[in-house]
């Protein structure tokens, strides 16, 4: 069965440091597209970062040069490293894996909460 | 940036009835319009894919038509299970953009 297990959230104080972990199962996180999705409370969806297997990465310009997406292969784990935090990074982060060719988000965490505040 | 304009926003509707939502794209993504549903809590699921595919283990009374910039989702009879909050999302090019979203209500 296909599993990702966020974790790594919390509350941190403006312009900290977070770094969230998606644990893989069921799948092989190099060999796919990989994204991280936020919702703002009460809000709606906006995608934050992506990671091809190729290796390349995008990054949405609300977070660019702040945060960055990688993987290990070898914990086949997913990550957000999100530095310099401000109060409207506050959201659940969703990692999700997206299906080639359409580019469609079809496994998803559960999330996991940011709240940046003094 | 693609901007995805959905409409309603919001829509009041009873089991049983036909609910349409649109979802306008600001320039031409072909056929790469995914909907998804999202219960309150819960993380978004998939219903349909490229546009009109239906996503294995959906129930067929979901569909999804249009190309372009023009894209409607269709829910033919609305269950109790289908109330809920759906946005379209475009996969044509980076920044991956989603709409705004249409809460399902009951009436």
Request: hydrophobic share 30%; net charge neutral.
């Amino acid at each position: 069965e296909m599993q990702l297990v966020e974790s790594g959230g919390g509350l941190v104080q403006p312009g900290e440091s977070l770094r969230l972990s998606c644990v893989v199962s069921g799948f092989i996180v190099n060999n796919n597209y990989m994204n991280w999705v936020r919702q703002a409370p009460g809000k709606g969806l906006e995608w934050v970062s992506t990671i091809y297997s190729g290796g390349d990465t995008y990054h949405a310009d609300s977070v660019k040069g702040r945060f960055t997406i990688s993987r290990d292969s070898a914990k086949n784990t997913l990550y957000l490293q999100m530095n310099s935090l401000r109060a409207d990074d506050t959201a659940v982060y969703y990692c999700a894996r997206d299906v080639n060719p359409y580019y469609y988000m079809d496994v998803w965490g559960k999330g996991t909460t940011v709240t940046v505040s003094s | 940036d693609i901007q995805m304009t959905q409409s309603p926003s919001s829509l009041s509707a009873s089991v049983g009835d036909r609910v349409t939502i649109t979802c306008r794209a600001s320039q031409s993504i072909s056929g790469y319009l995914n909907w998804y549903q999202q219960i309150p809590g819960r993380a978004p699921k998939v219903l349909i894919y490229a546009a009109s595919s239906l996503q294995s283990g959906v129930p067929s009374r979901f569909s999804g038509s249009g190309s372009g910039t023009d894209f409607t989702f269709t829910i033919s009879s609305l269950q109790p299970e289908d109330f809920a909050t759906y946005y379209c999302q475009q996969s044509y090019s980076s920044p991956l953009t989603f709409g705004g979203g249409t809460k399902v209500e009951i009436k």
